[in-house]
């Protein structure tokens, strides 16, 4: 099984705001960035599942741009039915820093297939 | 000579023929029963003998479902039907393979099974299958080694 987690992550919340692993790879904002550690779960007949807490970060110098970034992701990813992937949101956090507003939501994701 | 130490998926125990689907853990226990006894000759020191052995195997595995009518594996309602079985029925081939080791088996009757199962988000519910060796359990001519 190959992970796939960031890569279906990307494909849903690419198209409400540009959507970036590990660090953003633009200064315009608005822009998101997603952190991951995927651990493989085995059986004695190979992996079965690979999971993940996800960190997303909306960042915007404007706070109702990145909470209705944060919202329209959110929404996104409740509404994903894709049966390979189980998303589960645990938390949500928000900060300013230097003029700068990030708001982190937390998922937990499973991939089994 | 070369050493190896095989991983653990090279090691499996097959149940009339088939692993568990979603197997884990395949534990083998070989306990030595033992007879005392003490002469006059054995000038007070008692004397331990083997008579048999106690050959235990605990399987366990992730509860699987096959939807396929004809299982390459045992899933979870097959485990269920041969732990439920009684009589001549009840006695199942069992083999323990090594990959590059040899190969042993016998005969064996289960002699438990469980599954755990909880509601927390994400959990993998288990089954556990104890099996116990019912006669001979050796070196099966023609095995790995």
């Keep these: 099984m190959t992970e796939n987690i960031g890569k279906h992550l990307t494909d849903i919340c690419d198209f409400y705001v540009p959507f970036y692993q590990s660090e953003a790879e633009s200064d315009v904002y608005p822009y998101a960035v997603f952190r991951h550690t995927p651990q493989e779960h085995s059986t004695k007949d190979g992996v079965y599942k690979i999971t993940s807490e996800v960190s997303i970060s909306v960042y915007s110098q404007d706070f109702d741009e990145a909470q209705a970034k944060a919202d329209a992701i959110r929404a996104a990813l409740d509404a994903d039915n894709d049966p390979r992937f189980l998303i589960h949101f645990l938390r949500q956090s928000k900060q300013r820093s230097e003029d700068v507003w990030s708001i982190e939501l937390v998922y937990y994701v499973k991939q089994t297939a | ?145």
């Design chain 2, 1 to 145: 000579m070369a050493i190896t130490r095989p991983e653990g998926y090279n090691i499996s125990l097959t149940i009339g023929g088939k692993t568990l689907l979603g197997r884990t853990q395949e534990d083998l226990s070989i306990a030595a029963v033992t007879k005392t006894s003490i002469t006059k000759d054995d000038l007070g020191v008692q004397q331990e003998q083997v008579v048999r052995h106690d050959v235990t195997f605990k399987v366990a595995a992730l509860l699987s479902l096959d939807s396929e009518t004809t299982h390459s594996k045992l899933d979870r309602d097959d485990v269920i039907a041969l732990a439920l079985a009684t009589g001549s029925s009840a006695v199942v081939a069992v083999q323990y393979l090594c990959t590059g080791g040899d190969t042993y088996g016998g005969s064996a009757i289960i002699t438990g099974y469980s599954e755990s199962s909880s509601g927390e988000v994400d959990s993998d519910s288990t089954i556990s299958l104890d099996l116990k060796i019912t006669g001979d359990f050796a070196k099966v001519t023609g095995g790995n080694g």
